[in-house]
Protein backbone atom coordinates (compact mmCIF):
# COMPACT_ATOMS: atom_id res chain seq x y z
CA UNK A 1 0.00 0.00 0.00
CA UNK A 2 2.85 2.42 0.94
CA UNK A 3 4.16 2.50 -2.98
CA UNK A 4 0.78 3.19 -4.31
CA UNK A 5 0.29 5.93 -1.45
CA UNK A 6 0.79 9.08 -3.51
CA UNK A 7 -0.96 7.98 -6.55
CA UNK A 8 -3.98 6.34 -4.29
CA UNK A 9 -4.26 9.81 -2.47
CA UNK A 10 -4.53 11.93 -5.42
CA UNK A 11 -6.72 9.87 -7.55
CA UNK A 12 -9.14 9.77 -4.67
CA UNK A 13 -9.05 13.75 -4.18
CA UNK A 14 -9.74 13.70 -7.62
CA UNK A 15 -12.74 11.53 -7.42
CA UNK A 16 -14.05 12.98 -4.19
CA UNK A 17 -14.14 16.68 -6.08
CA UNK A 18 -15.98 14.61 -9.03
CA UNK A 19 -18.53 13.70 -6.27
CA UNK A 20 -19.32 17.25 -4.24
CA UNK A 21 -22.61 18.38 -4.11
CA UNK A 22 -22.57 21.09 -6.72
CA UNK A 23 -26.53 22.23 -5.36
CA UNK A 24 -25.80 22.56 -1.92
CA UNK A 25 -22.35 24.71 -3.05
CA UNK A 26 -24.77 27.13 -5.23
CA UNK A 27 -27.31 27.09 -1.86
CA UNK A 28 -23.92 28.58 -0.02
CA UNK A 29 -23.20 30.54 -2.59
CA UNK A 30 -26.97 32.10 -2.59
CA UNK A 31 -26.78 32.41 1.61
CA UNK A 32 -23.29 33.88 1.55
CA UNK A 33 -25.08 36.95 -1.02
CA UNK A 34 -27.97 37.63 1.82
CA UNK A 35 -25.48 37.52 4.25
CA UNK A 36 -23.18 40.45 2.82
CA UNK A 37 -26.71 41.88 1.31
CA UNK A 38 -28.25 42.04 4.44
CA UNK A 39 -25.28 43.32 6.06
CA UNK A 40 -24.95 40.28 8.46
CA UNK A 41 -22.02 38.60 9.82
CA UNK A 42 -20.27 35.06 9.08
CA UNK A 43 -18.73 33.21 11.58
CA UNK A 44 -16.56 30.33 10.85
CA UNK A 45 -16.33 27.67 13.64
CA UNK A 46 -13.89 24.67 13.43
CA UNK A 47 -11.56 23.07 15.76
CA UNK A 48 -7.64 21.59 15.74
CA UNK A 49 -7.42 21.83 11.54
CA UNK A 50 -10.77 23.08 10.89
CA UNK A 51 -9.85 25.91 13.15
CA UNK A 52 -6.42 26.66 11.19
CA UNK A 53 -8.60 26.43 7.79
CA UNK A 54 -11.36 28.84 9.39
CA UNK A 55 -8.50 31.46 10.36
CA UNK A 56 -7.72 31.40 6.94
CA UNK A 57 -11.08 31.51 5.39
CA UNK A 58 -12.14 35.10 7.23
CA UNK A 59 -9.14 36.42 5.56
CA UNK A 60 -10.49 35.21 2.01
CA UNK A 61 -14.25 36.17 2.91
CA UNK A 62 -13.10 39.57 4.49
CA UNK A 63 -10.35 40.72 1.67
CA UNK A 64 -12.22 38.67 -1.50
CA UNK A 65 -15.73 38.81 -1.04
CA UNK A 66 -15.95 41.86 1.24
CA UNK A 67 -17.96 39.73 4.17
CA UNK A 68 -18.05 40.90 7.44
CA UNK A 69 -16.16 37.69 8.96
CA UNK A 70 -14.84 36.07 12.30
CA UNK A 71 -13.28 32.91 13.91
CA UNK A 72 -13.84 32.42 17.74
CA UNK A 73 -10.50 30.60 17.68
CA UNK A 74 -8.79 34.04 16.55
CA UNK A 75 -8.69 35.29 19.92
CA UNK A 76 -6.56 32.46 21.65
CA UNK A 77 -7.07 34.80 25.26
CA UNK A 78 -10.82 34.40 24.94
CA UNK A 79 -10.95 31.50 23.98
CA UNK A 80 -8.32 29.87 26.55
CA UNK A 81 -10.55 31.77 29.41
CA UNK A 82 -13.61 30.76 28.60
CA UNK A 83 -12.84 26.78 28.26
CA UNK A 84 -11.19 27.07 31.73
CA UNK A 85 -13.90 28.98 33.00
CA UNK A 86 -17.27 28.02 31.10
CA UNK A 87 -16.29 24.50 29.80
CA UNK A 88 -14.86 23.71 25.67
CA UNK A 89 -18.76 22.72 25.20
CA UNK A 90 -19.92 26.32 25.21
CA UNK A 91 -16.93 28.02 23.77
CA UNK A 92 -18.31 28.97 20.78
CA UNK A 93 -22.16 29.35 21.50
CA UNK A 94 -21.05 32.26 24.81
CA UNK A 95 -18.68 33.59 22.47
CA UNK A 96 -21.91 33.98 19.56
CA UNK A 97 -24.04 35.71 22.51
CA UNK A 98 -21.63 38.47 23.50
CA UNK A 99 -21.48 38.86 19.61
CA UNK A 100 -25.26 39.04 19.24
CA UNK A 101 -25.89 36.66 16.57
CA UNK A 102 -28.70 37.67 14.76
CA UNK A 103 -31.42 36.57 11.74
CA UNK A 104 -29.20 38.64 9.72
CA UNK A 105 -25.88 36.15 10.49
CA UNK A 106 -24.58 33.17 9.31
CA UNK A 107 -22.36 30.19 10.78
CA UNK A 108 -19.92 28.16 8.49
CA UNK A 109 -19.09 25.30 9.90
CA UNK A 110 -15.54 23.34 9.19
CA UNK A 111 -15.76 20.10 10.76
CA UNK A 112 -14.85 16.59 9.65
CA UNK A 113 -17.39 14.82 11.85
CA UNK A 114 -19.95 17.74 11.94
CA UNK A 115 -20.72 17.09 15.82
CA UNK A 116 -21.72 14.50 17.98
CA UNK A 117 -23.37 14.60 20.95
CA UNK A 118 -23.87 11.31 21.41
CA UNK A 119 -20.21 10.09 20.78
CA UNK A 120 -18.88 13.04 22.86
CA UNK A 121 -17.56 15.04 19.31
CA UNK A 122 -17.25 18.61 18.83
CA UNK A 123 -19.88 19.36 21.26
CA UNK A 124 -18.95 23.06 21.14
CA UNK A 125 -20.07 23.19 17.39
CA UNK A 126 -23.63 21.62 18.41
CA UNK A 127 -24.17 23.94 21.10
CA UNK A 128 -23.34 26.75 19.08
CA UNK A 129 -25.66 25.20 16.33
CA UNK A 130 -28.35 25.11 18.28
CA UNK A 131 -28.11 28.44 19.13
CA UNK A 132 -27.89 29.83 15.68
CA UNK A 133 -31.12 28.11 14.91
CA UNK A 134 -32.78 29.69 17.94
CA UNK A 135 -31.66 33.07 16.74
CA UNK A 136 -32.58 32.86 13.24
CA UNK A 137 -29.00 32.50 11.46
CA UNK A 138 -28.27 30.39 8.34
CA UNK A 139 -26.00 27.46 8.88
CA UNK A 140 -23.46 26.38 6.22
CA UNK A 141 -21.65 23.44 6.76
CA UNK A 142 -18.47 21.83 4.95
CA UNK A 143 -18.35 18.47 7.04
CA UNK A 144 -17.48 14.62 6.27
CA UNK A 145 -18.77 11.20 7.53
CA UNK A 146 -22.39 11.30 7.71
CA UNK A 147 -22.48 15.22 8.40
CA UNK A 148 -23.00 14.58 12.48
CA UNK A 149 -25.43 17.27 13.72
CA UNK A 150 -24.24 19.92 11.24
CA UNK A 151 -26.21 18.27 8.34
CA UNK A 152 -29.08 17.68 10.31
CA UNK A 153 -29.83 21.17 10.72
CA UNK A 154 -27.88 23.16 7.53
CA UNK A 155 -29.42 25.31 5.22
CA UNK A 156 -26.32 23.80 2.85
CA UNK A 157 -24.25 21.46 3.81
CA UNK A 158 -21.26 20.10 1.53
CA UNK A 159 -21.26 16.87 2.42
CA UNK A 160 -17.58 15.41 1.85
CA UNK A 161 -17.67 11.41 0.76
CA UNK A 162 -15.42 8.99 2.65
CA UNK A 163 -13.51 7.04 0.29
CA UNK A 164 -11.19 5.20 2.34
CA UNK A 165 -11.43 5.39 6.55
CA UNK A 166 -7.69 5.52 7.10
CA UNK A 167 -8.11 9.50 4.87
CA UNK A 168 -11.01 10.63 6.24
CA UNK A 169 -9.86 13.39 7.90
CA UNK A 170 -6.97 14.97 5.31
CA UNK A 171 -9.59 14.73 2.84
CA UNK A 172 -11.83 16.54 5.03
CA UNK A 173 -9.65 19.29 5.89
CA UNK A 174 -8.61 19.75 2.13
CA UNK A 175 -12.30 20.22 0.76
CA UNK A 176 -12.87 22.54 3.07
CA UNK A 177 -10.30 24.84 1.32
CA UNK A 178 -11.48 23.59 -2.01
CA UNK A 179 -14.64 24.80 -1.16
CA UNK A 180 -14.53 27.39 0.38
CA UNK A 181 -11.93 29.12 -2.30
CA UNK A 182 -14.44 28.10 -5.07
CA UNK A 183 -16.89 30.00 -3.50
CA UNK A 184 -14.83 33.22 -2.29
CA UNK A 185 -13.90 33.22 -6.37
CA UNK A 186 -17.18 32.68 -7.49
CA UNK A 187 -18.00 35.45 -10.19
CA UNK A 188 -21.10 36.20 -7.77
CA UNK A 189 -19.18 36.62 -4.65
CA UNK A 190 -15.74 37.67 -5.46
CA UNK A 191 -15.41 41.56 -5.08
CA UNK A 192 -11.80 42.41 -5.31
CA UNK A 193 -9.46 41.18 -7.44
CA UNK A 194 -6.88 38.49 -6.27
CA UNK A 195 -2.99 39.47 -6.36
CA UNK A 196 -1.91 37.10 -8.54
CA UNK A 197 -4.67 37.26 -11.03
CA UNK A 198 -4.04 40.84 -11.02
CA UNK A 199 -0.61 40.63 -12.55
CA UNK A 200 -0.21 40.61 -16.37
CA UNK A 201 2.37 38.25 -18.16
CA UNK A 202 4.70 39.19 -20.35
CA UNK A 203 4.94 36.89 -22.97
CA UNK A 204 8.58 35.79 -23.95
CA UNK A 205 9.92 36.97 -27.08
Known amino acids: ?29 DILINTRSNKGRLFILGVGGSAGNSSHAVNDF ?5 IESYAPTDN ?10 DGWDS ?25 NVEKN ?5 VTALKLAKEAGSKIIGIVSR ?10 SCVLIPVLT ?4 TPHAEEFQAIVWHLI ?10 MKWESVKTTAKV
Not at 76 to 85: F, P, Y
Not at 121 to 125: A, F, H, K, Q, T
Not at 184 to 193: A, F, G, R
Open 1 to 29: MSENYIKTYLEQTSKIASMLDQNEIKKAV
Open 165 to 168: PETV
Open 146 to 155: DGGFTKQVAD
Open 76 to 85: VSELTARTND
Open 121 to 125: ISVNL
Open 62 to 66: RKIAK
Open 91 to 115: VFSNWLKVSNLNSKDTILVFSVGGG
Open 184 to 193: VSHPDIQLNE
